[in-house]
């Protein structure tokens, strides 16, 4: 490495006229010191490749805000050309195959760094380029050395020279976060790939739960309790009643019934029997979803603090919780009425975070209902999205709004 740069000009480099560089880039703070470093001494053309990105959204934000520097960052002496691929995931997938449980920096992060690397040899040969090379090494976490061996093979199968290269030297990272501040960038806390989002997940201080859908499987009983309740009154529910009552507190729900169907009792009346109907189903046949027992005892073995923060009456989930030998598990129930304010407002999240005794960022929130998700990640909490039957017409909503939306929460923890 030559004495005061990060990277090697070789015996072939001349300065006039500058030679050609391909540079891949994994994010837009970490190519902006590497730039700046470069501009000089190359014609540079940014190459986004990282099909290990996940979601596609963040793909997408990503892109963008690489595409977005390269542009304010060019000039008429130094420009800056920008390509980006499209998400191609399963190229990342191919590859990750088997290497799913690795710790970042294992065996997966060598074959992702391949991958990226690879497509930009094939990319700088077929397109006559000098040199080209790639951004990842300015991250203290990726290892100079193996990017600069993969590098070198490639360079020998294309037959096109690589940029040797450590950009974290020379203080490359601080320079680069320092640039991401000055430009306003949007600057990711995990590395990409979904087994690295995970990861990030599990070092949270907090989890807060939602408890309906989330942790119980209790959304079948109010998918269907009032047309029930009508039916055993004598009435024929209307077709879209629970749509009707989707967003109601329970007694909305009684006085709407009473006042769609001429019942005869009082609402209080309809209160008390429908709250024994709930009371019932929490005692006695509201089981954890698949996989949240196992889940809840690793993150507890974790040391991480989880509490629950639901719409339902707080007797009822207590009841739940012992009837699944869980009440240890949790410092606390909060619910909508304890805080005032249903879901639609962050209120419930703000003072679970409060309660548990720790920062907004260092919470995640989990839930599966799409307005709940919506709500929570407005407010800038990182959000599991956990799959619910009767939520997956919202699919592309929880899609949009949630870090990740899984199957069962044991997906964050599989081995
Ligand atoms: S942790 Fe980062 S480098 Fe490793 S496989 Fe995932 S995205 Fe690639």
Do not use: W
Not at 22 to 50: D, K
Not at 57 to 76: A, T
């Amino acid at each position: 490495m030559n004495k005061k740069l990060p990277f090697v000009l070789d015996e072939h480099y001349t300065p006039n006229p500058k030679p050609t560089l391909l540079l891949h880039s994994c994010c837009a703070p970490c190519s902006s010191s590497v730039i700046e470093m470069l501009r000089e001494h190359f014609r540079i053309t940014v190459l986004y490749y990282n099909p290990n990105i996940f979601p596609e959204s963040e793909y997408i934000k990503r892109c963008e805000e690489q595409r977005l520097f390269c542009q304010s960052f060019s000039s008429p002496d130094n420009p800056i050309a920008f390509v980006a691929a499209d998400y191609r995931s399963d190229e990342f997938e191919k590859i990750a195959k088997g290497k799913e449980h690795l710790r970042e920096g294992g065996d997966r992060c060598i074959a992702c760094y391949a991958l990226r690397l690879g497509e930009a040899a094939r990319y700088a040969a077929q397109n006559g380029f000098d040199y080209f090379t790639t951004t990842l090494s300015v991250s203290p976490l990726k290892d100079a050395a193996r990017l600069n061996a993969i590098g070198e093979k490639l360079a020998k199968t294309y037959e096109i020279k690589y940029l040797t290269s450590d950009f974290k030297k020379q203080n490359g990272y601080k320079r680069s976060c320092e640039l991401s501040k000055q430009y306003g960038m949007y600057r990711q806390d995990f590395c990409g790939c979904k087994y690295s989002l995970a990861e990030r997940i599990l070092s949270a201080k907090g989890f807060v739960f939602d408890a309906d859908g989330t942790l119980f499987d209790t959304m079948g009983f109010y998918e269907t309790f009032a047309s029930e309740y009508v039916r055993s009154l004598g009435f024929e529910p209307a077709p879209d009643l629970r749509e009707q009552i989707r967003s109601f507190t329970i007694r909305e729900c009684c006085e709407l019934l009473k006042s769609t169907y001429s019942v005869s009792k009082t609402t209080e009346e309809i209160y008390d029997e429908i709250s024994r109907m709930i009371a019932n189903l929490y005692a006695k046949d509201a089981p954890f979803k698949a996989g949240v027992l196992e889940f809840l005892r690793y993150a507890k073995s974790k040391g991480i603090k989880m509490c629950i923060a639901t719409a339902t009456d707080k007797n009822h989930i207590e009841a739940a919780l012992a009837a699944c030998n869980a009440e240890d598990m949790f410092e606390f129930v909060l619910t909508c009425s304890d805080v005032g304010v249903s879901k639609r407002e962050s209120v419930i999240y703000d003072e679970s975070a409060k309660r548990l005794g720790l920062e907004k960022r260092d919470v995640v929130v989990f839930e599966d209902a799409h307005h709940a998700i919506v709500t929570a990640k407005a407010a800038n909490y990182r959000v599991v999205a956990v799959r619910e039957e009767t939520e997956l017409k919202f699919a592309d909503v929880i899609e949009a709004n949630s870090d990740i939306y899984v199957e069962t929460m044991t997906q964050l923890i599989q081995k």
